[in-house]
């Protein structure tokens, strides 16, 4: 069986100073997109936080760690960066916010993207959509167990009440392998996708989640029971140039 696209994923989540989330967006379309791709990284997708203004979240990829080293060695040290990297961290007041991810079973990897990207300035080539960030943490590793529960009983819930998963993954426990680049560490996290045409949408398949009795009565005692926290959810708009749209 063939492995899943991106064995290795950053979920990075970036705080902006007021009002420049837009300055940076435009900046990282044009210029931070070809440049890392160049260098054997994947954008996997760039997005508007709908429910933070300042916040800017985007999701990069991997063939493997020891890759991520020197594609990000290559990205950071060379030309593009070096050129725009004043302009770029003069928006952000924190970068850090980064969690290392894999991809929970074969199966759940993000999908390959349908069409080319636009170029910078052109339009989108399909129509906008929003994509739902899940967010599970556990005070205990999610598993195999946890994983077969995942696709046994969560996964056809989420997909009965309107949110069926694009992509699920798990904590990458793996060194950091460019510490140069913070991550979080010694959290256990188990992170889902969903794509929905607009957030009316978003809400519908949240309220038929809370009513549902298969997850209330089977799913959530069996997740209550491994949460550290409740669960975070981002909605999340995707850029002009972001595949995963």
């Known amino acids: 069986m063939q492995g899943p696209r ?12 007021p009002g420049r989330r837009d300055e940076l967006i435009d900046l990282f379309d044009r ?15 760039q997005f508007r936080d709908l429910d933070d203004p300042d916040r800017f979240v985007w999701l990069r990829g991997f063939e493997d ?4 080293a020197e594609a990000l060695e290559s990205f950071y040290g060379g030309p593009v ?23 929970a079973s074969a199966r759940g990897g993000f999908p390959a993207p349908v069409g080319a990207r636009p170029a910078p300035g052109e339009p989108a080539p399909s129509p906008p959509s929003l994509v739902l960030a899940t967010i599970w943490y556990g005070h205990s590793p999610f598993d195999t167990a946890f994983v077969e529960f995942f696709q046994q009983s969560v996964r056809p819930v989420l997909t009965e ?5 694009l992509a699920y993954l798990r904590s990458e426990h793996a060194a950091n392998t460019f510490p140069a680049l913070p991550v979080r560490r010694n959290e256990e996290v188990f992170v889902w996708f969903a794509r929905f045409p607009d957030e009316g949408h978003i809400d519908r398949h949240l309220s038929r989640l809370r009513h549902s009795e298969h997850w209330c009565e089977e799913v959530l005692p069996t997740l209550s ?16 140039r972001s595949t995963l749209r």
């Not at 997109?33 to 160049?38: C, F, I, L, R």
């Not at 003069?90 to 894999?102: E, F, G, H, I, Q």
């Not at 029971?225 to 002009?240: K, N, S, Y």
């Open 65 to 68: 760690m020891p890759r991520r």
């Open 31 to 45: 210029e931070f997109v070809e440049s890392q791709e160049a260098v054997g990284a994947t954008v996997l997708g």
């Open 81 to 103: 960066w070096q050129a725009h990297r004043d302009e770029a961290n003069a928006t952000m007041t924190d970068s850090d916010d980064v969690l290392l991810l894999r991809p």
């Open 225 to 240: 029971e491994r949460w550290a926290r409740p669960p975070q959810r981002l909605r999340l708009a995707p850029t002009e």
């Open 6 to 17: 991106c064995p290795v994923v950053e979920l990075r989540q970036y705080t902006l100073h």
């Open 161 to 165: 009440t309107g949110g069926e998963p």
